[in-house]
């Protein structure tokens, strides 16, 4: 599905789709048509993966989702993702750490929860530190929204794409250089960005370890034994201090199996470090 909707058991089909709900539905509709044995959804808004949860469970084939939280209905198999709050959380610390008090969001694709997420996770982070955050936590889109502590310079969605997110802070005629950089990211590129300095933070989430999850998910349905249904898959914080690429999980393909089977990270879904998703039953 959007970005990619997989059919198991004797092949795989993946469709890239350019970000929008009909997309999703569209994928969805085609590979039940094509009566596919299950379904792996990234999710692009709420709204529409409650239809396709609709049309999977009618036509009886598992619909598992990666990386945002779908909705919580029935036809939902399996989900596998990161706590994005948590993530939130660890990046507000840093940014308490290296006193912010002029903060600039951009946001992912909004409605899908993980933007969002993140977000409270950061602004949580401060409220738990007794900061002055004013009315951030119900305005944090409002430029000049916050408190004496933690003010919304600038704040925009990037779409989860560079060259959106670029755009708007050009046009916004404002100058990253002169603000705190964290990020959630984990890409190898970003482990260079934490090392030389230029971020000051980063988490170590690849979808290639999240789809892992998520296989081992199907596996076990289709081989009928029990699995955790909803999975936070483990992340490590980093920042300079810290750094140790030898422990990190690489979001390349190659990189990772090789790391893999290497055995350098947890990767087995009933390992403690997997921990079920209290939102889900």
């Known amino acids: 599905m ?32 094509q009566k596919v044995d299950a379904l792996v959804v990234v999710q692009n808004s709420p709204k529409t993966t409650s239809e396709c949860l609709k049309l999977a469970k009618a036509a009886g084939i598992p619909e598992f989702h990666l990386t945002h939280n779908p909705p919580n209905e029935p036809g939902l198999t399996g989900v596998a993702g990161y706590d994005w709050v948590t993530l939130g959380q660890i990046a507000g610390r840093s940014a308490i750490a290296h006193k912010v008090s002029r903060v600039i969001m951009i946001e992912g694709k909004l409605g899908q929860g993980t933007a969002g997420g993140q977000t409270m996770g950061f602004l949580q982070s401060y409220k738990a530190a007794g900061k002055d955050i004013g009315n951030l936590l119900q305005s944090v889109g409002v430029k000049g929204a916050g408190g004496k502590d933690l003010k919304v310079v600038f704040w925009a969605t990037g779409g989860w794409f560079a060259d959106p997110a670029k755009k708007a802070m050009q046009e916004a005629g404002i100058d990253p250089s002169k603000y705190w950089l964290g990020s959630s990211n984990g890409k190898e590129k970003s482990w260079k960005w934490v090392a030389n300095g230029q971020v000051t933070m980063d988490c170590n989430e690849t979808p290639t370890l999240e789809a892992d999850i998520c296989y081992q998910q199907i596996k076990a349905c289709f081989a009928g034994k029990p699995f955790k249904k909803a999975v936070f898959v483990s992340f490590i914080p980093y920042d300079k201090a810290n750094l140790d690429t030898a422990k990190l999980v690489p979001y390349l393909y190659d990189d990772y199996f090789k790391k893999r089977d290497a055995k350098a990270f947890k990767f087995d879904i009933n390992d403690p470090q997997f921990k079920a998703n209290p939102e889900y039953k």
């Open 2 to 33: 959007f970005p990619g909707a997989w059919s198991l058991l004797e092949y795989i089909q993946d469709i890239v789709g350019q970000g929008t709900a009909p997309d999703q539905l569209q994928a969805v509709e085609n590979f039940i048509t």
